[in-house]
């Protein structure tokens, strides 16, 4: 019996590529883009945090040629998305259930990404308004130090009407 077990795997093994190989690949492929975005996801975070923005700006690039690799899987999932999953032929249960845990990561990684895109938008929000409050700050003493200035040097075009009598 052991024989015939090794034989049915190696045949397993063997058969031509299928569509849920294909499918299974692709989903495969979806979790690993998104596994780097959760990752650069968390860079961008501690960027922001630290006023990193050039080097924030290097990780947003990165993040968006993964979205557009992201993306092209997402196309080529499109053709899945009509077939009904329960006459989908998988060459074991066990492929069935690692995809279908793979499905899940997607989902869960996708929720993650969100929330991370979510906190950064709200920090760099923060970081905006502070900075809007310290150029507000710096404007209002420039002009106040030009007005200073200005009281210790009359201005030559000024007319003195005073009269001594």
């Known amino acids: 019996m052991g024989r015939t077990s ?55 690039a990165a993040k968006q040629r993964v979205l557009n690799d992201l993306q092209r899987v997402e196309r080529a999932l499109d053709p899945f998305r009509d077939q009904d999953p329960e006459a989908r032929v998988w060459r074991s249960g ?28 709200a920090a760099l929000t923060v970081r905006r308004d502070e900075a809007a409050v310290r150029l507000h700050g710096a404007h209002a003493a420039g002009c106040a130090r030009g007005a200073y200035a200005n009281l210790g040097h009359p201005n030559i075009s000024q007319l003195d009407l005073s009269s001594e009598s």
């Open 6 to 60: 090794e034989l049915d795997e190696n045949a397993v093994n063997h058969m031509p590529p299928t569509d849920t190989d294909a499918l299974a690949e692709l989903i495969r492929r979806k979790r690993d883009h998104l596994l780097t975005l959760r990752d650069m996801g968390k860079r961008q975070l501690e960027l922001v945090a630290d006023g990193e923005m050039t080097r924030l700006l290097d990780v947003l």
């Open 94 to 121: 066990e492929a069935r259930a690692a995809c279908a845990g793979l499905l899940d990561q997607c989902r869960q990684l996708l929720r993650e990404t969100v929330e991370q895109e979510r906190q950064s938008e």
